[in-house]
């Protein structure tokens, strides 16, 4: 089977929505039953019963010592000390369990029982401390009539009498015993020791017996156990709610893993299918491969290629604006030379009449030396000296001698001029990054393109130093190719060019600005792709403003230009002043140059 027989159908994701659905509706399911039968707040609920339990004791205690203050204060009191603080607490802490857990009958109860445990609290105090103070008048009592009755006067035999009356009245409930007491208490004296305690007695005794009664029908027991009751109730119908939950969950778990051995039977299979399908996959993986690695490398033999035609085209472009620039050099050397020439072959054509001159000369002073040379042959030789001078042409022939001498020296100096410009643009050292100054640049560049600017006018208008970092002789061919492109916009019907330097310490800007024709909005955009051109074929093979881009990307800069059709175009290009050339690709690929297109 081979990778293009082999096809797998994709899940529908209509049905793939369904079963993302359905598991997770089943995962709710089983997290809403296990939810439902975890045991929430067992501790808590078992530390409610505990106080619970507690304050039911603490209340039996509380009762008993209230209903026997009557008999004995002393219980009274240390429940007044010890049970209240502790029913307190408890109330407290049953209060902060009750938030804690959220427990509806302690929420509906807890409210009231405490309630009932405020309005009690008083009334078993009231209680207590008025049995305490009875007592002490009842043993007050008890004492004078025992003191009374041990001095064995007969006169005080009403004060023992009263005291009895007084204990039968105290250990008897209601008033029915009061009367004996009053009239056992009219035989006393009105100076007798018994009188006070016995009427504090008569007086307190109702009230003792009213707070004691209303303490033990305060609804805070029948309260504290409905509340109990409640909460007992509760507790059963969750624990009961639980289990029936722990029952559907064991079900629900037997379907679930029956569903899950239904599915991993599922997988199996799908499993063995797969399996068979990544063997067809693998084999048709390896065939796959090798077609792969057969097309790479045919790719990448024809991108080498193609960076080596690109290359070879780049090449050929700068080659191109070389032989143009040799041909502006063949042309102004031209000059420079016929000046030399020609001054060279007039002076030849002078040289015999000087060379014959001079040769008289010499036969004359040699004569005149002698001294004994006779007079006609001194005469002869003057005589031929002068035809010669006047052969000569005398001291006019001098001096256009000179002339053609300084007319040579010009033209030679021409010649020395240009050699210059030409070795400071091309430089032999072209991959070599050093500072340099970019009027100077301008200024060579200037002087190579001068037989493409005989029609136009350069302007300079620099407001900075030139000096920046970088290749020297490829930011010339940057300018010779903006210069050259202006010069053509411009056209033989002439124009202006002018060249503007600005910038800070940090970067360079440069300005090429013609007066040409403009360049449209819809070739605008196009300008710096590589082999874009608007020339007629054979004139241009469209790399100039590509390879100008990919220098100045190497530079770290950018370049922009603006352009209106029938008004002139500026290319603008930023430098940075210690940026150094980067490698880039073949074709200066990179991200697309700052292009504005300036309404028409």
Known sequence: MTAERLYIAPVPRRRAAIYIAATVLLVAAAAWLAWNSREADAGARVEI??????????????????????ADSRPARQAEATVVPSIQRVLSELQSLAAATGSPALAANLPGVAAAYA???????AASASAARLRESLAAVVASAEADAASGMVGLRPAEAAAAELL????DTGERRRLPVEAALARLTADSAILAPARAILEGKTGLESSILRFGLSPAGPRLRAMTTAFTTEVQS???????????????????????????SRLVASYRVIARINGALQAANENLEHKVDQRTRELSDALAHLKESEAQLIQSEKMSSLGQMVAGIAHEINTPVAYVKNS??????????????????EKLLALLEAGDTPDDLLDRQL???????????????????????????YGVEQIAQIVGHLRDFSRLDRGRVQRFDLHQGIEST???????????????????????VGSPSQVNQVLLNLVTNAAQAIGPAGGTITLT??????????????????????????????????????????????????IIAQHGGRIEVDSRVGLGTTFRVRLPRDGAPQETGASGAGAPPAVRKAAA
């Open 49 to 70: 019963g505990e106080k619970l339990q507690l304050l039911n004791e603490l209340t039996a205690r509380w009762d008993l010592a209230i209903a026997a203050a009557k």
């Open 119 to 125: 309005e009690r609290m008083p009334l078993g105090s």
């Open 168 to 171: 039968a009245f105290w250990g």
């Open 238 to 264: 969750v624990i009961e709610r639980q289990q029936l939950y722990r029952t559907y969950l064991l079900f629900y778990s037997a379907a679930l893993l029956v569903l899950l051995a239904w599915i991993a």
């Open 344 to 361: 060279l072959g007039s002076v030849d054509g002078q040289l015999d009449a000087l060379t014959r001159l001079t040769a008289d000369c």
């Open 383 to 409: 005589g031929a000296l002068s035809d010669a001078a006047r052969a000569l042409g005398g001291s006019q022939s001098v001096g256009e001698l000179g002339a053609l001498v300084k007319d040579g020296l």
């Open 446 to 468: 200037l002087q190579l393109a001068r037989h493409l600017l005989k029609a136009v006018r350069i302007e300079r208008q620099f407001t900075t130093d030139g000096y920046l």
């Open 501 to 550: 330097t600005r910038g800070d310490a940090r970067e360079l800007v440069l300005e090429v600005i013609d007066t040409g024709a403009g360049i449209p909005p819809e070739v605008l955009p196009k300008i710096f792709d590589p082999f874009f051109t608007t020339k007629a074929v054979g004139q241009g093979t469209g790399l100039g403003l590509s390879i100008c881009y990919k």
